[in-house]
Protein backbone atom coordinates (compact mmCIF):
# COMPACT_ATOMS: atom_id res chain seq x y z
CA UNK A 1 0.00 0.00 0.00
CA UNK A 2 1.04 3.40 -1.23
CA UNK A 3 1.62 6.19 2.04
CA UNK A 4 0.92 9.87 0.82
CA UNK A 5 3.68 11.05 2.83
CA UNK A 6 4.77 14.88 4.05
CA UNK A 7 7.13 15.86 1.46
CA UNK A 8 9.90 16.89 4.82
CA UNK A 9 9.40 12.72 5.49
CA UNK A 10 9.66 11.61 1.98
CA UNK A 11 13.20 13.67 2.40
CA UNK A 12 14.13 11.87 5.45
CA UNK A 13 12.91 8.37 4.24
CA UNK A 14 15.33 9.21 0.78
CA UNK A 15 18.01 9.63 3.32
CA UNK A 16 18.07 6.42 5.08
CA UNK A 17 17.79 4.47 1.85
CA UNK A 18 14.16 3.75 2.13
CA UNK A 19 10.75 4.65 0.19
CA UNK A 20 7.96 5.54 1.33
CA UNK A 21 6.21 2.08 0.16
CA UNK A 22 8.74 -0.42 1.89
CA UNK A 23 8.57 -1.67 5.45
CA UNK A 24 11.65 -0.02 7.69
CA UNK A 25 13.57 -2.26 9.21
CA UNK A 26 14.85 -1.55 13.08
CA UNK A 27 18.03 -0.62 12.14
CA UNK A 28 15.93 2.03 9.60
CA UNK A 29 13.93 2.95 11.76
CA UNK A 30 16.52 4.22 14.21
CA UNK A 31 18.48 5.71 11.74
CA UNK A 32 14.96 7.61 11.00
CA UNK A 33 14.31 8.99 14.25
CA UNK A 34 17.90 9.78 14.66
CA UNK A 35 17.44 12.01 11.45
CA UNK A 36 14.36 13.40 12.68
CA UNK A 37 15.73 14.32 16.21
CA UNK A 38 18.59 15.83 14.56
CA UNK A 39 16.24 18.30 12.27
CA UNK A 40 13.87 19.14 14.75
CA UNK A 41 17.26 20.38 16.54
CA UNK A 42 18.34 22.30 14.08
CA UNK A 43 15.00 23.92 13.29
CA UNK A 44 14.79 25.00 17.34
CA UNK A 45 18.52 26.30 16.96
CA UNK A 46 17.38 28.10 13.93
CA UNK A 47 14.24 29.43 15.41
CA UNK A 48 16.24 30.80 18.50
CA UNK A 49 18.87 32.12 16.01
CA UNK A 50 15.99 33.83 14.03
CA UNK A 51 14.29 34.73 17.35
CA UNK A 52 17.44 36.03 18.49
CA UNK A 53 17.88 38.04 15.33
CA UNK A 54 14.15 39.66 15.69
CA UNK A 55 15.08 40.21 18.86
CA UNK A 56 18.63 42.27 18.49
CA UNK A 57 16.49 43.84 15.07
CA UNK A 58 13.88 45.31 17.27
CA UNK A 59 16.50 46.22 19.87
CA UNK A 60 18.18 48.42 17.18
CA UNK A 61 15.41 50.12 15.42
CA UNK A 62 14.40 51.28 18.69
CA UNK A 63 17.83 52.59 19.21
CA UNK A 64 18.03 54.08 15.97
CA UNK A 65 14.49 55.40 16.18
CA UNK A 66 14.85 57.16 19.48
CA UNK A 67 18.62 58.51 18.10
CA UNK A 68 16.62 60.09 15.10
CA UNK A 69 14.01 61.42 17.07
CA UNK A 70 17.06 63.26 20.02
CA UNK A 71 18.36 64.17 16.55
CA UNK A 72 15.28 65.60 15.05
CA UNK A 73 14.05 67.36 18.63
CA UNK A 74 17.57 69.38 18.53
CA UNK A 75 17.46 70.43 15.29
CA UNK A 76 13.90 71.72 15.25
CA UNK A 77 14.76 73.13 18.68
CA UNK A 78 17.88 74.99 17.18
CA UNK A 79 15.74 75.66 14.22
CA UNK A 80 13.10 77.31 16.28
CA UNK A 81 15.84 79.70 18.18
CA UNK A 82 16.84 80.44 14.92
CA UNK A 83 13.00 81.91 14.02
CA UNK A 84 13.12 83.38 17.27
CA UNK A 85 16.04 85.10 16.86
CA UNK A 86 15.17 86.14 12.85
CA UNK A 87 12.06 87.67 13.92
CA UNK A 88 13.71 89.30 17.51
CA UNK A 89 16.02 90.85 15.19
CA UNK A 90 13.28 91.77 12.34
CA UNK A 91 11.11 93.13 15.20
CA UNK A 92 14.38 95.37 16.21
CA UNK A 93 15.06 96.48 13.20
CA UNK A 94 11.13 97.60 12.68
CA UNK A 95 11.07 99.18 15.95
CA UNK A 96 14.31 101.09 16.06
CA UNK A 97 13.09 102.38 12.27
CA UNK A 98 12.64 106.03 12.22
CA UNK A 99 9.96 105.98 9.05
CA UNK A 100 6.44 104.22 9.76
CA UNK A 101 6.16 100.43 8.28
CA UNK A 102 3.33 98.37 7.27
CA UNK A 103 3.81 94.95 5.57
CA UNK A 104 0.89 93.05 4.71
CA UNK A 105 0.43 89.71 2.75
CA UNK A 106 -1.29 88.44 -0.26
CA UNK A 107 -4.94 88.67 1.31
CA UNK A 108 -3.94 92.11 3.01
CA UNK A 109 -3.71 90.72 6.21
CA UNK A 110 -0.69 92.44 8.49
CA UNK A 111 2.14 90.36 8.55
CA UNK A 112 4.16 93.50 10.64
CA UNK A 113 3.81 97.00 11.65
CA UNK A 114 5.32 99.11 14.12
CA UNK A 115 5.53 101.38 16.20
CA UNK A 116 6.21 104.59 14.53
CA UNK A 117 3.41 104.41 12.27
CA UNK A 118 1.29 103.97 15.36
CA UNK A 119 2.69 107.33 16.35
CA UNK A 120 2.40 108.94 12.74
CA UNK A 121 -1.91 108.12 12.97
CA UNK A 122 -2.16 108.24 16.56
CA UNK A 123 -2.88 103.73 16.53
CA UNK A 124 -3.29 102.51 19.57
CA UNK A 125 -0.78 99.89 20.45
CA UNK A 126 -3.47 97.07 20.98
CA UNK A 127 -5.32 97.99 17.66
CA UNK A 128 -1.59 97.23 15.85
CA UNK A 129 -0.78 94.29 17.40
CA UNK A 130 -4.69 92.91 16.26
CA UNK A 131 -2.82 92.87 13.08
CA UNK A 132 -6.35 93.64 11.32
CA UNK A 133 -5.44 95.53 8.42
CA UNK A 134 -9.12 97.15 7.36
CA UNK A 135 -9.07 97.64 10.87
CA UNK A 136 -5.76 99.79 10.75
CA UNK A 137 -6.71 101.64 7.73
CA UNK A 138 -10.01 102.75 8.78
CA UNK A 139 -8.24 104.21 12.02
CA UNK A 140 -5.42 105.57 9.73
CA UNK A 141 -8.01 107.26 7.99
CA UNK A 142 -9.32 109.93 10.58
CA UNK A 143 -5.88 111.76 9.93
CA UNK A 144 -6.59 111.90 6.45
CA UNK A 145 -7.51 115.57 5.28
CA UNK A 146 -9.18 113.57 2.17
CA UNK A 147 -10.02 109.92 3.76
CA UNK A 148 -12.14 109.09 0.64
CA UNK A 149 -9.43 110.03 -1.95
CA UNK A 150 -7.19 108.42 0.54
CA UNK A 151 -8.70 104.94 0.50
CA UNK A 152 -9.24 105.25 -3.18
CA UNK A 153 -5.21 105.18 -3.27
CA UNK A 154 -4.77 102.31 -0.82
CA UNK A 155 -6.74 100.42 -3.19
CA UNK A 156 -5.01 101.61 -6.34
CA UNK A 157 -1.70 100.50 -5.01
CA UNK A 158 -2.77 97.46 -3.79
CA UNK A 159 -4.12 96.66 -7.33
CA UNK A 160 -0.93 97.24 -8.54
CA UNK A 161 2.23 95.34 -9.10
CA UNK A 162 4.26 98.72 -9.24
CA UNK A 163 6.59 100.55 -6.95
CA UNK A 164 4.34 103.57 -5.58
CA UNK A 165 5.92 106.77 -4.15
CA UNK A 166 3.76 109.67 -3.63
CA UNK A 167 2.95 111.89 -0.42
CA UNK A 168 0.13 112.08 1.93
CA UNK A 169 -1.14 115.47 3.26
CA UNK A 170 -3.41 114.95 6.96
CA UNK A 171 -5.64 116.74 8.67
CA UNK A 172 -3.27 117.86 11.05
CA UNK A 173 -0.89 119.87 8.38
CA UNK A 174 1.75 116.86 8.79
CA UNK A 175 3.30 115.59 4.94
CA UNK A 176 3.94 111.93 4.66
CA UNK A 177 6.53 110.42 1.98
CA UNK A 178 4.97 107.24 1.08
CA UNK A 179 6.87 104.41 -0.46
CA UNK A 180 5.44 101.27 -1.28
CA UNK A 181 6.64 98.37 -3.46
CA UNK A 182 5.65 94.54 -3.75
CA UNK A 183 7.56 91.91 -2.12
CA UNK A 184 7.93 88.29 -4.71
CA UNK A 185 8.74 84.83 -3.55
CA UNK A 186 11.62 83.41 -5.54
CA UNK A 187 9.28 81.91 -7.49
CA UNK A 188 8.09 85.02 -9.09
CA UNK A 189 4.52 85.03 -7.44
CA UNK A 190 3.28 87.69 -5.39
CA UNK A 191 3.44 87.51 -1.94
CA UNK A 192 2.32 91.03 -0.14
CA UNK A 193 3.62 94.41 0.13
CA UNK A 194 5.76 96.77 1.97
CA UNK A 195 5.24 100.38 2.52
CA UNK A 196 7.22 103.14 4.18
CA UNK A 197 6.17 106.50 6.13
CA UNK A 198 8.44 109.56 6.30
CA UNK A 199 7.34 112.36 8.17
CA UNK A 200 9.10 115.39 5.63
CA UNK A 201 6.89 118.54 6.91
CA UNK A 202 9.77 119.59 8.74
CA UNK A 203 12.17 119.50 5.58
CA UNK A 204 9.10 120.77 3.22
CA UNK A 205 8.78 123.83 5.74
CA UNK A 206 12.84 124.23 5.90
CA UNK A 207 12.90 124.32 1.68
CA UNK A 208 9.65 126.50 1.18
CA UNK A 209 11.21 128.92 3.97
CA UNK A 210 15.09 128.53 1.42
CA UNK A 211 13.05 128.60 -1.67
CA UNK A 212 11.40 132.71 -0.06
CA UNK A 213 15.07 133.56 1.58
CA UNK A 214 16.73 132.47 -2.31
CA UNK A 215 13.41 134.68 -3.99
CA UNK A 216 14.44 137.71 -1.69
CA UNK A 217 17.95 136.97 -1.99
CA UNK A 218 17.67 136.94 -5.49
CA UNK A 219 15.59 140.02 -5.48
CA UNK A 220 17.93 142.42 -3.07
CA UNK A 221 20.43 141.10 -5.53
CA UNK A 222 17.99 142.62 -8.69
CA UNK A 223 17.92 145.80 -7.12
CA UNK A 224 21.36 146.14 -6.35
CA UNK A 225 22.55 145.70 -9.95
CA UNK A 226 19.92 147.63 -11.16
CA UNK A 227 20.89 150.74 -9.13
CA UNK A 228 24.33 150.10 -9.61
CA UNK A 229 23.72 150.11 -13.78
CA UNK A 230 21.37 153.12 -13.06
CA UNK A 231 23.91 155.03 -11.35
CA UNK A 232 26.91 154.57 -13.82
CA UNK A 233 26.44 158.11 -14.85
CA UNK A 234 27.27 159.87 -11.77
CA UNK A 235 29.54 157.61 -10.41
CA UNK A 236 31.83 158.02 -13.28
CA UNK A 237 31.37 161.53 -14.32
CA UNK A 238 32.59 162.72 -10.58
CA UNK A 239 35.48 160.88 -11.10
CA UNK A 240 36.53 161.96 -14.64
CA UNK A 241 36.39 165.32 -13.33
CA UNK A 242 38.80 164.78 -10.63
CA UNK A 243 41.13 162.94 -13.15
CA UNK A 244 40.68 165.76 -15.78
CA UNK A 245 41.49 168.49 -13.15
CA UNK A 246 44.57 166.76 -11.79
CA UNK A 247 45.57 166.62 -15.34
CA UNK A 248 45.29 169.98 -16.10
CA UNK A 249 46.50 171.12 -13.25
CA UNK A 250 50.26 169.01 -14.25
CA UNK A 251 49.49 170.72 -17.66
CA UNK A 252 49.34 174.29 -16.25
CA UNK A 253 52.09 176.31 -17.04
CA UNK A 254 51.34 180.06 -16.02
CA UNK A 255 51.54 179.11 -12.35
CA UNK A 256 54.01 177.07 -11.25
CA UNK A 257 53.73 174.08 -8.75
CA UNK A 258 56.81 172.71 -6.40
CA UNK A 259 57.49 169.31 -6.46
CA UNK A 260 55.82 168.52 -3.67
CA UNK A 261 52.40 169.59 -5.22
CA UNK A 262 53.46 167.53 -8.61
CA UNK A 263 53.72 164.70 -6.52
CA UNK A 264 51.03 165.17 -5.07
CA UNK A 265 48.74 165.75 -8.30
CA UNK A 266 50.01 163.00 -9.98
CA UNK A 267 49.18 160.76 -7.14
CA UNK A 268 46.13 161.97 -7.50
CA UNK A 269 45.59 161.12 -10.80
CA UNK A 270 47.25 157.61 -10.82
CA UNK A 271 44.50 156.81 -7.89
CA UNK A 272 42.33 158.48 -9.77
CA UNK A 273 42.68 156.25 -12.55
CA UNK A 274 43.19 153.00 -10.32
CA UNK A 275 39.24 154.06 -9.03
CA UNK A 276 37.87 154.64 -12.20
CA UNK A 277 38.91 151.25 -13.47
CA UNK A 278 37.70 149.89 -10.55
CA UNK A 279 34.51 151.55 -10.71
CA UNK A 280 34.28 150.38 -14.63
CA UNK A 281 34.59 146.54 -13.92
CA UNK A 282 31.69 147.12 -11.07
CA UNK A 283 29.43 148.92 -13.37
CA UNK A 284 30.15 146.73 -16.30
CA UNK A 285 29.31 143.52 -13.92
CA UNK A 286 26.43 145.02 -12.73
CA UNK A 287 24.93 145.94 -15.95
CA UNK A 288 25.21 142.67 -17.33
CA UNK A 289 23.26 140.62 -13.79
CA UNK A 290 20.81 143.41 -14.50
CA UNK A 291 20.33 142.22 -18.18
CA UNK A 292 21.01 146.13 -19.65
CA UNK A 293 24.27 145.99 -21.16
CA UNK A 294 24.12 145.51 -24.91
CA UNK A 295 26.95 144.46 -27.41
CA UNK A 296 27.35 146.63 -30.44
CA UNK A 297 28.71 143.64 -32.50
CA UNK A 298 31.04 144.41 -35.14
CA UNK A 299 33.24 142.53 -37.71
CA UNK A 300 36.57 143.10 -35.58
CA UNK A 301 40.24 142.13 -36.82
CA UNK A 302 42.28 139.94 -34.24
CA UNK A 303 45.28 141.13 -34.98
CA UNK A 304 44.44 145.06 -34.40
CA UNK A 305 42.28 144.08 -31.34
CA UNK A 306 45.40 142.54 -29.86
CA UNK A 307 47.93 145.52 -30.55
CA UNK A 308 44.94 147.88 -29.56
CA UNK A 309 44.97 145.91 -25.89
CA UNK A 310 48.87 145.21 -25.92
CA UNK A 311 49.39 149.29 -25.85
CA UNK A 312 48.63 149.72 -22.47
CA UNK A 313 50.22 146.90 -21.06
CA UNK A 314 53.66 147.63 -22.27
CA UNK A 315 54.81 149.91 -18.80
CA UNK A 316 53.10 146.89 -17.00
CA UNK A 317 54.97 144.02 -18.57
CA UNK A 318 58.36 146.97 -18.40
CA UNK A 319 58.02 147.26 -14.71
CA UNK A 320 57.24 143.38 -13.98
CA UNK A 321 60.11 142.19 -16.22
CA UNK A 322 57.79 140.05 -17.89
CA UNK A 323 58.78 139.88 -21.94
CA UNK A 324 55.50 139.42 -24.21
CA UNK A 325 55.31 137.24 -26.84
CA UNK A 326 52.38 137.36 -29.78
CA UNK A 327 51.97 134.01 -32.31
CA UNK A 328 49.19 135.73 -34.27
CA UNK A 329 48.80 135.56 -37.92
CA UNK A 330 47.42 138.84 -40.38
CA UNK A 331 45.45 135.68 -41.92
CA UNK A 332 43.35 134.26 -38.89
CA UNK A 333 40.06 135.32 -39.41
CA UNK A 334 37.82 138.54 -38.15
CA UNK A 335 35.75 137.63 -35.28
CA UNK A 336 32.13 139.31 -34.45
CA UNK A 337 32.38 141.04 -31.54
CA UNK A 338 31.92 144.57 -29.67
CA UNK A 339 35.05 145.89 -30.54
CA UNK A 340 35.41 147.92 -27.11
CA UNK A 341 34.65 144.59 -25.24
CA UNK A 342 36.57 142.32 -26.94
CA UNK A 343 39.62 144.30 -26.71
CA UNK A 344 38.34 143.75 -22.85
CA UNK A 345 38.69 140.37 -22.47
CA UNK A 346 42.22 140.57 -24.52
CA UNK A 347 42.72 143.18 -22.07
CA UNK A 348 41.75 141.56 -18.46
CA UNK A 349 43.17 138.15 -19.73
CA UNK A 350 46.75 139.92 -20.15
CA UNK A 351 46.44 141.59 -17.13
CA UNK A 352 45.87 138.70 -15.02
CA UNK A 353 48.49 136.81 -16.37
CA UNK A 354 51.61 139.21 -16.42
CA UNK A 355 50.00 140.45 -12.47
CA UNK A 356 51.02 136.59 -11.75
CA UNK A 357 54.08 135.63 -13.91
CA UNK A 358 57.77 136.60 -11.56
CA UNK A 359 60.44 138.46 -12.85
CA UNK A 360 62.11 136.77 -16.56
CA UNK A 361 58.88 134.84 -16.91
CA UNK A 362 57.09 135.36 -19.90
CA UNK A 363 53.58 135.53 -21.46
CA UNK A 364 52.42 134.19 -24.68
CA UNK A 365 49.00 135.74 -26.68
CA UNK A 366 48.47 132.98 -29.61
CA UNK A 367 45.63 133.48 -31.76
CA UNK A 368 44.32 130.57 -34.72
CA UNK A 369 41.22 129.51 -36.62
CA UNK A 370 39.04 126.33 -35.52
CA UNK A 371 36.68 125.48 -36.75
CA UNK A 372 33.78 127.76 -37.28
CA UNK A 373 35.73 130.43 -34.83
CA UNK A 374 39.29 131.79 -33.64
CA UNK A 375 40.71 130.33 -30.27
CA UNK A 376 42.94 132.61 -28.21
CA UNK A 377 44.99 131.80 -25.79
CA UNK A 378 46.77 133.29 -23.41
CA UNK A 379 49.41 131.28 -21.47
CA UNK A 380 52.26 132.28 -18.95
CA UNK A 381 55.02 130.60 -16.92
CA UNK A 382 53.57 132.15 -13.41
CA UNK A 383 52.58 130.44 -10.12
CA UNK A 384 49.73 128.69 -11.59
CA UNK A 385 46.14 127.58 -9.37
CA UNK A 386 45.68 125.13 -7.36
CA UNK A 387 43.12 122.90 -8.18
CA UNK A 388 40.96 123.22 -5.42
CA UNK A 389 40.68 126.85 -6.29
CA UNK A 390 39.36 126.26 -9.52
CA UNK A 391 35.48 126.69 -8.74
CA UNK A 392 36.37 130.01 -6.93
CA UNK A 393 38.24 131.03 -10.39
CA UNK A 394 35.67 133.35 -12.17
CA UNK A 395 33.18 133.90 -9.36
CA UNK A 396 32.89 137.88 -8.77
CA UNK A 397 35.10 139.44 -6.06
CA UNK A 398 37.32 136.19 -5.38
CA UNK A 399 40.69 136.70 -4.88
CA UNK A 400 43.17 133.84 -5.16
CA UNK A 401 46.23 133.54 -2.61
CA UNK A 402 49.40 133.29 -3.79
CA UNK A 403 51.65 130.89 -2.71
CA UNK A 404 53.91 133.27 -0.42
CA UNK A 405 50.71 133.98 1.67
CA UNK A 406 50.40 137.67 0.19
CA UNK A 407 46.64 138.98 -1.00
CA UNK A 408 46.66 140.01 -5.19
CA UNK A 409 45.85 143.42 -6.00
CA UNK A 410 42.47 144.34 -7.31
CA UNK A 411 38.78 143.66 -6.65
CA UNK A 412 38.87 139.95 -8.07
CA UNK A 413 36.21 141.13 -10.38
CA UNK A 414 39.05 141.37 -13.96
CA UNK A 415 37.93 137.12 -14.43
CA UNK A 416 34.72 137.59 -13.67
CA UNK A 417 33.99 139.90 -15.90
CA UNK A 418 35.52 138.22 -18.70
CA UNK A 419 33.79 135.41 -18.31
CA UNK A 420 30.37 136.98 -18.77
CA UNK A 421 31.74 139.23 -22.20
CA UNK A 422 32.75 136.12 -23.53
CA UNK A 423 29.72 134.44 -22.68
CA UNK A 424 27.68 137.36 -24.03
CA UNK A 425 29.24 136.97 -27.41
CA UNK A 426 28.54 133.44 -27.66
CA UNK A 427 31.64 132.40 -27.19
CA UNK A 428 33.67 130.24 -24.78
CA UNK A 429 36.54 130.13 -21.41
CA UNK A 430 38.18 127.46 -20.68
CA UNK A 431 41.37 127.07 -18.03
CA UNK A 432 44.50 124.76 -17.91
CA UNK A 433 46.84 125.51 -14.14
CA UNK A 434 49.30 123.66 -12.81
CA UNK A 435 51.36 124.77 -9.31
CA UNK A 436 54.69 126.18 -10.04
CA UNK A 437 54.87 125.81 -14.15
CA UNK A 438 52.22 128.28 -15.25
CA UNK A 439 48.75 128.60 -16.74
CA UNK A 440 46.96 129.05 -20.11
CA UNK A 441 43.79 130.71 -20.78
CA UNK A 442 41.43 129.15 -23.98
CA UNK A 443 38.73 131.84 -25.09
CA UNK A 444 36.76 130.58 -28.41
CA UNK A 445 34.91 133.82 -30.17
CA UNK A 446 32.43 133.09 -32.98
CA UNK A 447 34.35 133.61 -36.49
CA UNK A 448 32.83 136.35 -39.13
Do not use: C
Not at 62 to 86: H, I, N, P
Request: proline share 3%; hydrophobic share 40%; glycine share 6%.
Amino acid sequence: MTVDAHPLLSRLLRKVGVTPAEVPSAETWRALLALISRTYHEADQDRYTLERSIDISSREMQGLYQDLKRRTDTELEERRKQVEESYAVLRATLESASEGIVVVDANRGVVAVNRRYGEMMRISAELLSSRDHRAVIAESMKMMSDPTAARARIEEIHATRDVVHDELTLKDARILDRYSAPVTRADGTHAGRVTFFRDVTAERTANKELRAAWTAAEGASTAKSMFVANMSHELRTPLNAVIGLADLLLLESGDPITRRQREYLEGVVQSGRHLLALVNNVLDLAKIEAGKHDLELDVVEVQDAIEEALTGLVPLAHHRGVSVSLQVRRSVRAVRADRLRFRQILYNLMTNALKFTDRGGTVTLTARDEGDGVTLTVEDTGIGIAETDMPRLFQPFEQLDQPSGDRPTGTGLGLALTKRLVDMHGGSIEVESDVGVGTRFTVRMPAV
